[in-house]
Nanobody
């Protein structure tokens, strides 16, 4: 069974750091296009960052560039999101999502209805940043 489980969310103050984890089971990270996404209150789900399977590079949404880092542990089948210098606008539920289509970075540039409906999603982990 294909499954994703996120963890690491918390309530923190502006400027703090957090590291989120996304544990995959039922498939390996090499078999899916997987990325980090977030959904803020009243807003649509948006892409945050991902690692391309084709070139191994990490790609990010503009507002998190220089503050967030995506990494992976192949042996542990886990994707990570290191978030530094957090801002109140980073408040959201963070999800990892996996697909067999929409390779990185296309999967985080536009979260299409097809991706929303067809991706495997974890339950999410909540990040709240106070000012």
């Amino acid at each position: 069974q294909v499954r994703l489980v996120e963890s690491g969310g918390a309530l923190v103050e502006s400027g703090a750091s957090l590291r989120l984890s996304c544990k995959a089971s039922g498939f390996t990270l090499a078999e899916r296009n997987i990325g980090w996404f977030r959904e803020a209150p009243g807003k649509k789900r948006e892409g945050v960052g991902c690692i391309s399977r084709s070139d191994g590079k990490a790609y990010y949404e503009d507002s998190v560039k220089g503050r967030f880092t995506v990494s992976s542990d192949v042996a542990d089948n886990t994707l990570y999101l290191q978030m530094d210098n957090l801002e109140p606008d980073d408040t959201a539920v963070y999800y990892c999502g996996a697909t067999t289509f929409a390779p990185c970075p296309s999967n985080i540039v536009v979260v299409t209805p097809t991706l929303l409906n067809a991706a495997t999603w974890g339950p999410g982990t909540r990040v709240t940043v106070s000012s």
